[in-house]
C-alpha cells in the first residue's frame, strides 16, 4: 500500500483563492479587513511564521500590520497596546506570535485579546465556545486539519482517534473538533501507557507532539489516516515532521507531508478567520 497525499498546499491555494474573491465583495461594501500581528522579541522562526502570514494575507487583500517589540517590552506595554488595538475599529484580527520571552505571562496576553478579534482562537472564551459546540473562532491547526479530511471525504464519524500531544494549540482543541464530527478521541501524551498500543488501533492518527520521527511505521494501522502536525529542523538542515513518512505512507490510506501538509493549511485558516472577523463587524 501506498497512501494517498493530503495537498495541504494545494487546497490552500483553493481556499485563499475564494477567500480573496470574498474580500474583493467586501471592499466593495466599504469593510476592509486587517489584521494586526504582535511579535515580541527576535526569534527568527516566528520572523518566518510572520512573513507567510504576511504573505497570505497581501495575496487575498487582507491589510496585515506588524508590531515588532524588542525583548525587554515589559507585560504590562504588550498588554497596552492589545487594547489599544482592541479598541481600533480598523482592525479585524489580534494574533500574537508565540513564544514570547519568559518575563511575559502569554496566558494574560491571550486573554486580553478581544474574544471577537481572537482570530487564532485561543481566548478562553473562544477555548469555551468551541467544547460546548457553538460558533467561534477555532485554533488554525486543528481548524486546517479538519478542513483537509473535509475536502478528501474522510468522514470521522464512529472512527477511532488518537492524537498525540496536548498542547493547548492543537491537542486540546483538535480533541474537541474531532468530537463534533462524532470521532471517538485518545488523546496521548508523555505519560501515556504503551503509547505504541494506543495508537496502532487508531483510524485517525494526529500527530503533535514535536519530536521528530517519533511516529513509526509499525505504530501505524493498516488503511489509518495520518496528519502530522510536526515541523522540526534535523542536524543537516532538512525538515521533517513527526511522523517518519517513509515508513508509515507504506501502511496508511492517506498521509500529509512535511512540509506542504498541515502548514499552509494553518496559514489559510488564519486568514479564513480575519475574514469572519470583518465580516461580523
Known amino acids: 500500500m501506498s497512501a494517498e497525499i493530503l495537498d495541504g498546499k494545494e487546497l490552500s491555494k483553493k481556499i485563499k483563492e475564494n ?13 476592509n479587513p486587517k489584521l494586526a500581528v504582535i511579535m515580541v522579541g527576535d526569534n527568527s522562526a ?22 515588532l517589540l524588542p525583548e525587554e517590552t515589559t507585560e504590562d506595554e504588550l498588554i497596552e497596546l492589545i487594547e489599544k488595538l482592541n479598541v481600533d475599529n480598523t482592525v479585524d484580527g489580534i494574533l500574537l506570535q508565540s513564544p514570547v520571552p519568559n518575563h511575559i505571562n502569554i496566558n494574560r496576553a491571550f486573554e486580553t485579546i478581544s474574544p471577537k478579534k481572537d482570530v487564532d482562537g485561543f481566548n478562553a472564551v473562544n477555548v469555551g465556545n468551541l ?15 479538519m478542513r483537509m479530511l473535509e475536502e478528501y471525504n474522510i468522514d470521522v464519524a464512529g472512527k477511532t482517534a488518537v492524537v498525540i500531544g496536548r498542547s493547548n494549540i492543537v491537542g486540546k482543541p483538535m480533541l474537541q473538533c474531532l468530537l463534533s464530527k462524532d470521532a471517538t478521541v485518545t488523546i496521548c501524551h508523555s505519560k501515556t501507557k504503551n503509547l505504541e498500543e494506543v495508537v496502532s488501533k487508531a483510524d485517525i492518527v494526529i ?21 502530522d502536525v510536526g515541523i522540526n529542523r534535523l542536524e543537516d538542515g532538512k525538515l521533517c515532521g513527526d511522523v517518519n513518512f517513509e515508513e508509515a505512507s507504506q501502511k496508511a490510506s492517506y498521509i ?17 478567520n480575519v475574514v469572519k472577523a470583518a465580516k461580523q463587524k
Request: aromatic share 6%; with cysteine.
Open 19 to 31: 477567500l480573496k474573491n470574498e474580500v474583493d465583495k467586501l471592499k466593495e461594501q466599504g469593510i
Open 46 to 67: 516566528s520572523a518566518v511564521y510572520v512573513k507567510n502570514k504576511s504573505n497570505a494575507c497581501k495575496k487575498v487583500g487582507i491589510d496585515f500590520e506588524e508590531f
Open 131 to 145: 467544547t460546548i459546540g457553538r460558533d467561534c473562532f477555532v485554533s488554525c491547526t486543528p481548524y486546517g486539519v
Open 207 to 227: 500527530a503533535a507532539i514535536g519530536k521528530p520521527n517519533f511516529v513509526t511505521g509499525n505504530m501505524i494501522k493498516d488503511g489509518a489516516v495520518v496528519i
Open 256 to 272: 500529509t507531508p512535511v512540509p506542504g501538509g498541515v502548514g499552509p493549511m494553518t496559514v489559510a485558516m488564519l486568514v479564513e
